[in-house]
């Protein structure tokens, strides 16, 4: 019950809701527990609830780490 | 291409990982680092990660599935409560086992009202459409599934939805750890569960280095990850730090999620004692309704008393969320029990140890 993916908001909907692709599926969440949210965020979803938004900028450090590995 | 996804889950780069981490670890010594949580070792097998890794390597399985760890008594309570009322709880909570073989699928199966729901939000809308029957949201999970709950409980509050209440299971991540380095676990690092600190950020771990000397870093679910969080593991020791660091950084933030945390403190309190499966009682480890809330506390609506049940006679769910052992070491392991007919916790969700074990094949 705790595996979460990434998914991102491709619509706002009324009482704090959001409309969110995940993995090709379109489910109904919510964003009650973030500051803001906007179409187009990525967040991580926790049974029905974003519980935080996804960084693209500490994204590509991470991903920048990883190649750092090439070639050592 | 999935975005956040793809990018984590490259098996060339995974490799390229390995063959540092290899080279880095040093050869007079093994390095027994604890996936805390489930989803990680989840990850670890369904990825294969172990097969990746250098021998000198250990990884051991930790307490981190809030299904595994609820005692049996508490699944007894919420097969008692679905005598009086409509239960309604996550999918996984269905076939845990309870006493003499008893299960909430069962209990429905014999005639009660029990609701597989995906969100807490479902069980009040139950709630909203019964309003005749009284209806409990049989809740469990650590800090991840906590605020949920807590948004749940306030809007009943708001609606006076007085026909809803919450049989409130939620545990916390800090203390179990703390139980598991002070079981005398042989530890040489810790890979923090990142969703938790999402939630509560990345300070309530700081004690694991501060008081125990041990490293620890909050890492992401997917398998490059878990990868990287092991080598930054093997440097830390190597160098002999013993610092918090976040691997996750693209979804934690030091400080966490404010508005959960503050919906938290509201909603509930802490309890003077919890007891785990596996690791006993444990101080301060578990959340109850506070007092502000407390109509909608099904234990006090409904006077229930948790007692203490043993858990099946073969079952090894306690030594190995303690660590101690693997499910390898369980005789009845894939013969009497399987994720279709479980014994134990363990072999419940996917994200226990037994159920990865067995899904995955990496037992043979
Ligand atoms: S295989 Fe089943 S009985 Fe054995 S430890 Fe795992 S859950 Fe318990």
């Known amino acids: 019950m705790c595996l979460a993916i990434p ?60 190649s750092e590995m090439d070639g050592e | 291409m999935i ?91 269905m076939r845990v086992p309870g006493s003499n073989a008893m299960s909430l699928f069962r209990a429905r199966a014999e005639g009660a009202d029990v609701r ?17 029957k009284e209806v409990v949201f049989f809740a469990i999970g650590f800090e991840t599934t906590t605020p949920p709950t807590a948004l749940a409980i306030r809007q009943a509050k708001i609606e006076n939805l007085s026909n809803f209440s919450v049989y409130c299971n939620h545990v916390l991540t800090p203390p179990a750890l703390r139980g598991i380095l002070d079981s005398g676990a042989e530890l040489d690092g810790v890979i923090g569960p990142s969703h ?9 771990y700081d004690f694991v280095s501060e008081k125990y000397g041990k490293p620890i870093v909050i890492s992401g679910f997917e ?6 969080s092991i080598l930054m593991l093997v440097e830390q020791v190597n160098s002999g730090r013993a610092e918090v660091e976040n691997e996750y950084s693209r979804a934690v933030e030091g400080n966490g999620n404010a508005r959960a945390q503050m ?7 802490l309890r003077d004692a919890f007891e785990w499966r596996g690791l006993g009682w444990m101080e301060r ?24 049940a043993s858990d099946h006679k073969a079952c090894e769910c306690g030594e190995i969320l303690r660590g101690i052992k693997s499910p390898k070491d369980c005789k009845v392991f894939g013969k009497a ?15 226990g140890a037994c159920a990865a074990y067995y899904s995955y094949g990496r037992y043979k």
Do not use: W
């Open chain 1, 7 to 66: 998914a991102r908001i491709v619509a706002l909907l009324e009482k704090s809701r959001a409309l969110v692709e995940l993995g090709g599926v379109r489910k109904e969440i919510s964003v009650e527990l973030l500051e803001e949210a906007q179409v187009g965020d990525y967040v991580i979803v926790h049974v029905g609830y974003a519980l935080s938004k996804l960084d693209e900028e500490e994204a590509m450090k991470t991903i920048a780490l990883f």
């Open chain 2, 3 to 93: 975005k956040y996804v793809d990018e984590y889950r490259d098996g060339e780069v995974a490799r390229h990982i390995a063959k540092r981490i290899a080279t880095d670890v040093r050869p007079e010594r093994t390095y027994r680092f604890m996936e805390f949580c489930g989803g990680h070792t989840h990850a670890i097998f369904r990825y294969g990660l172990s097969d990746l890794l250098p021998p000198a390597i250990r990884l051991i399985h930790g307490p981190g599935c809030p299904v595994c760890v609820l005692p049996i008594g508490r699944v007894d309570g919420a097969i008692a409560l679905s005598k009086q009322a409509i239960v309604a709880t996550y999918a996984d909570m």
């Open chain 2, 116 to 132: 597989m729901v995906y969100s807490a939000t479902d069980a009040l809308q139950i709630a909203r459409e019964n309003p005749e």
């Open chain 2, 196 to 204: 938790v600190s999402a939630v509560i950020g990345i300070g309530p």
């Open chain 2, 223 to 228: 398998p490059l990850d878990v990868m990287q």
């Open chain 2, 263 to 269: 919906l938290m403190e509201e909603v509930f309190e």
């Open chain 2, 285 to 308: 480890s578990a959340r109850k309704i506070s007092a502000g809330y407390s109509e909608y506390d099904a234990e006090i609506r409904f006077g229930l008393i948790t007692s203490s």
């Open chain 2, 337 to 351: 029990c399987t994720p279709e007919n479980p014994l134990g916790s363990c072999m419940v969700s996917s994200e």
